[in-house]
T-cell receptor, first 113, second 107 residues
Framework: KAGVTQTPRYLIKTRGQQVTLSCSPI?????VSWYQQTPGQGLQFLFE???????NKGNFPGRFSGRQFSNSRSEMNVSTLELGDSALYLC????????????FGPGTRLTVT | SQQGEEDPQALSIQEGENATMNCSYK?????LQWYRQNSGRGLVHLIL?????REKHSGRLRVTLDTSKKSSSLLITASRAADTASYFC???????FGKGTRLHILP
């Protein structure tokens, strides 16, 4: 089975712009979660989608949004980028929503200048 | 929402020694998972332990869970250079990670 893929791998954007990141889960996995990782804050949960519905949400401002499509692929959008949004954004897929291991993608490294 | 807190924040040991790291949490959980992250392989799931389990083994890894103390420990025996990584615990389906323990194996 192919692993979790994320595109793009690297991205440089300017303050005020918006960005869309994409995640393709492992085939058959229905849950997709997004995380932000920074040296200062560590790994922080953004949101989880299951069967096209947002199931859980972390403590991030409304500028961060996501969605999941019927094929379980997910996208994450950040609007009005700020310098502090520079981070590694990780996507993880899981067969179900709880009690199952998550498989992480390589991440998208976003730099906001 | 609660967060697992790993302890210590950083640990350096000689190759071949055992490494122990801990995770504490505040409210009841259904399961706890340990993950490893290094630059080469990204974040990788190591082991899942459910709340009704006390100990679980996987190769050189041993995980214990004490629900009365709300803590878990991860023991890596006979450490190798490849074990150099950050280790995280994750709680339940809330998937709240701590900041991790950075483990460095010295040659």
């Amino acid at each position: 089975k192919a692993g979790v893929t994320q595109t793009p791998r690297y991205l440089i954007k300017t303050r005020g712009q918006q960005v869309t990141l994409s995640c393709s889960p492992i085939s058959g996995h229905r849950s997709v979660s997004w995380y932000q990782q920074t040296p200062g804050q560590g790994l922080q949960f953004l949101f989880e989608y299951f069967s096209e519905t947002q199931r859980n949400k972390g403590n991030f401002p409304g500028r961060f949004s996501g969605r999941q499509f019927s094929n379980s692929r997910s996208e994450m959008n950040v609007s009005t980028l700020e310098l502090g949004d520079s981070a590694l954004y990780l996507c993880a897929s899981s067969y179900w929503t709880s009690g199952y291991e998550q498989y992480f993608g390589p991440g998208t490294r976003l730099t906001v200048t | 929402s609660q967060q697992g807190e790993e302890d210590p924040q950083a640990l350096s040991i000689q190759e071949g020694e055992n490494a122990t790291m801990n995770c504490s949490y505040k409210t009841s959980i259904n399961n706890l998972q340990w993950y490893r992250q290094n630059s080469g392989r990204g974040l990788v799931h190591l082991i899942l332990i459910r709340s009704n389990e006390r100990e679980k083994h996987s190769g050189r890894l041993r995980v214990t869970l004490d629900t009365s103390k709300k803590s878990s420990s991860l023991l890596i025996t006979a450490s190798r250079a490849a074990d150099t990584a950050s280790y995280f615990c994750a709680l339940d389906d809330k998937i709240i990670f701590g900041k991790g323990t950075r483990l460095h194996i010295l040659p």
